[in-house]
């Protein structure tokens, strides 16, 4: 089992950046493929980012890409989700997401708030 604790939302201004952490307990994240996916009032959750088991292989949503930046620190075991120009549209609760790289095992967060103000 690994349990995940998202932190770092909060309130922030359109154009603002904000910076997520996810830190992991009870296994290693090394050997696990780290995602971001948010869920806005009203709508299904999403896509937002991913990294690989070994931090050499990423991915985004296009609605983010060039604006947010996923990283790991597995000697930390910590995911971060870096957030440079947010958009109102952003406003969300971040989830982190951890899938085994050699089963279908996924675990989740309990979740932050972004609330972007424009």
Request: net charge positive.
């Amino acid at each position: 089992q690994v349990q995940l604790v998202e932190s770092g939302g909060g309130l922030v201004q359109a154009g603002g950046s904000l910076r997520l952490s996810c830190a992991a307990s009870g296994r290693t994240i090394s050997n696990y493929h780290m995602g971001w996916f948010r869920q806005a009032p009203g709508k299904e959750r999403e896509f937002v980012a991913t990294i690989s088991w070994s931090g050499s292989s990423t991915d985004y949503a296009d609605s983010v890409k060039g604006r947010f930046t996923v990283s790991r620190d597995n000697a930390r075991n910590t995911v971060f989700l870096q957030m440079n120009m947010v958009k109102a549209e952003d406003t969300a609760v971040y989830y982190c997401n951890a899938r085994y790289r050699f089963s279908s095992a996924s675990y989740w967060g309990q979740g932050t708030q972004v609330t972007v103000s424009s």
